[in-house]
């Protein structure tokens, strides 16, 4: 738990690389949970790296296929991708609390 918090929160700031790191240790603990392997794409999203996203979300949703927070990280991921929607720097331009 707290390698994914440290990632959630690198995300929350906009701290791609830290995030990448802390998402990384969190799925070598938990390798089986999508939403870690969601926050990872997230990461990569925001770093820049499309395609390393694009894989960690599809490989989220391959894990859980009716996780809803995994297809909406792909569809997401796909979106910034495909120049739908701007890159986000931080995990709340991404996500905004409603």
């Known amino acids: 738990d707290v390698a994914r918090e440290a990632a959630l929160s690198a995300l929350d700031v906009g701290d791609s ?9 969190a799925i070598e603990l938990s390798p089986d949970d999508p939403g870690l392997v969601s926050n990872l794409a997230l990461a990569h999203l925001l770093a820049g790296d499309d395609q390393k996203a694009f894989r960690a979300a599809e490989e989220a949703t391959s894990r859980d296929p009716e ?3 995994s297809k909406t990280v792909l569809k997401f991921v796909d979106d910034v991708a495909q120049g739908r929607r701007d890159r986000p720097k931080t995990l709340a331009e991404a996500f905004p609390m409603q």
């Open 17 to 25: 690389d830290s995030a990448i790191r802390y998402c990384s240790a």
């Open 67 to 69: 996780d809803p927070i």
